[in-house]
């Protein structure tokens, strides 16, 4: 039986098998934050992109979210990526479908990891 204590407004508190939980909940939604973020920069990585004659790249917010965006595509990179446009406005449609793909891609390996990691009744 897991031991009980009493806090400051004089309500029992439980030490026991919810901790883990509590841990395990706060690791998921840590998870899903970071993933979230990271799909993020991508999808306004892609509109930057797109949007780049109105854009200073010298910005440093645009310049790190380029950066950030180059950084964690991974294979569906915006020069050499999965997907290969050419033609008028080539950047532009390689930034937003080889980067959306990859923000998808991020949502979901987030909401995988983190049912993963989150307590059984939470997913």
């Known amino acids: 039986m897991p031991k009980a204590s009493t806090d400051e407004t004089g309500e029992k508190k439980r030490s026991g098998p919810k901790a883990p939980t509590v841990v395990r909940a706060q690791l998921a939604r840590v998870i ?3 993933f979230g973020v990271l799909a993020a ?12 004659d109105s854009v200073n790249e010298q910005n440093n917010i ?3 979210v380029l950066d950030v965006a180059d950084a964690v595509a991974g294979p569906f990179s915006r020069d050499d990526g999965i997907f290969d ?3 008028d406005n080539a950047a532009a449609k390689n930034a937003l479908v ?5 923000a998808l891609v991020y949502l979901v390996i987030g909401r995988v990891l983190a049912g993963l990691v989150g307590p059984k009744g939470s997913r």
Do not use: S, Y
């Not at 920069?41 to 780049?52: D, K």
């Not at 080889?98 to 990859?102: L, Q, S």
């Open 32 to 34: 899903r934050l970071v």
């Open 41 to 52: 920069i991508l999808a306004v990585g892609a509109v930057l992109v797109v949007l780049r």
């Open 62 to 64: 645009v310049r790190f």
């Open 85 to 87: 446009f050419g033609g």
């Open 98 to 102: 080889n980067w959306g793909i990859a």
